[in-house]
């Protein structure tokens, strides 16, 4: 998906983008319509909902320029969808993130075989890359983390 950063977008003091946020909200959609997803989710009422989301910026993205996000759904479990959203500009990566997704619909969490089943795909995930593994790993540790402390 082709994508300008306009100025509203951007750190006012720094001129350059600080949250990937709104952008990989953009990517999401670009993917579900990619998918073939848009008619099954107004059918079945199915909502995507960010679980988690991590962006690494490696170069800055700068106002009034041109970007190149690719999404792409990564890998899943029984539960949630990984993600993966690059931004690149010439050829160059200029910041990568990834997110967790639950889909739900009607009060209930939908487990992803059956979003996948719904458009004909596969149910058996691809492995998860190294670096959504790393992720996931982190998040489990957030989790406990959060848990002791809320013991006390």
């Known amino acids: 998906m082709k994508l300008v950063l306009w100025p509203g977008e951007a750190d006012l003091v720094n001129a350059h983008q ?3 946020a709104f952008l990989m909200e953009l990517g999401r959609w670009d993917m579900c319509v ?23 910026y490696i170069r800055p993205l700068r106002r009034f320029r ?3 996000m690719t ?3 990564a890998c899943w479990d029984e539960r949630f969808f990984f993600v993966e ?6 050829g160059k990566l200029h910041a990568v993130g990834f997110s967790r997704e639950l889909w739900r619909s009607r009060g209930r969490n939908v487990p992803t075989a059956e979003v996948l089943a719904a458009i004909g795909a596969p149910a058996e995930s691809p492995p998860a890359p190294p ?17 002791a402390a809320r013991r006390g």
């Open 18 to 20: 600080s949250s990937l």
């Open 34 to 56: 990619r998918y073939g997803l848009l008619r099954t989710m107004f059918r079945d009422r199915y909502i995507p909902v960010m679980a988690a989301q991590t962006i690494q």
């Open 85 to 90: 959203h690059r931004v690149e500009r010439a």
């Open 71 to 73: 999404t792409r759904l």
């Open 131 to 147: 670096e959504i593994e790393s992720w996931m790993l982190s998040q489990r540790g957030d989790a406990l983390a959060k848990a």
């Open 66 to 68: 041109f970007y190149q």
